[in-house]
């Protein structure tokens, strides 16, 4: 009987080459979920966005349609806090109000609390100490949830990515990338 190694190093390279096709899966399949996550975050974000835009303008405003407009954009920042609640779950929630429904356990997300605050000084039901007036407060309510969606999002780190995928895919265009 002949011992050959050419049995068992075909089993040894059919193994490394499984566990190199599944590793490889699982990197494009949790690639495509943060991507996924990630669109998701950016829809809600703009819509978020657009409403605070509104409630700042309406800020100002004065008439008989006030109230059903403020009312209206209230039910606005209250379904994106809920919808937030989706993406950007409490954290602590086994710790703290767990006498509460659980997606209103524990600790809001900061974006939320931009939402909530927003919510509530369009209601009157925040004081805006240190702003001037609800505009000022509202923009820079605004201005405030912009920035950590930013940090969420990091749209600067998926420019440079997009920057160096673009470089790869069309060498011609080189030069157009030699900034970055």
């Not at 700042?56 to 609640?85: C, F, N, Q, W, Y």
């Not at 509460?100 to 004081?127: N, Q, W």
């Not at 998926?158 to 060498?171: D, G, M, Q, W």
Request: glycine share 6%; charged share 30%; aromatic share 8%.
């Amino acid at each position: 009987m002949e011992f050959t190694l050419a049995g068992p190093l075909a089993t040894v390279v059919g193994v490394l080459l499984g566990w190199l096709i599944a590793y490889q899966s699982y990197r494009l399949s949790a690639s495509g979920i943060v991507s996924q996550w990630r669109r998701e975050i950016r829809v809600w974000a703009d819509e978020a966005i657009g409403v605070l835009a509104k409630v700042e303008a309406s800020s100002t405003k004065s008439g008989p349609d006030l109230k059903a407009e403020i009312d209206a954009h209230r039910v606005d920042l209250s379904s994106l806090i809920d919808r937030g609640r989706l993406l950007l779950p409490n954290e602590q929630e086994e710790k703290i109000d767990v006498h509460k429904p659980c997606a209103y356990r524990g600790l809001r997300h900061r974006s939320l609390d931009a939402l909530m605050a927003a919510y509530r000084v369009l209601g009157d039901e925040l004081a805006i100490d240190g702003f001037p007036d609800k505009k000022t407060a509202l923009f820079q309510i605004r201005r405030e949830f912009v920035s950590i969606l930013q940090a969420i999002i990091e749209p600067r780190h998926v420019n440079r990515e997009i920057a160096r995928l673009r470089k790869l895919s069309y060498p011609k265009y080189k030069k157009d990338f030699a900034a970055h």
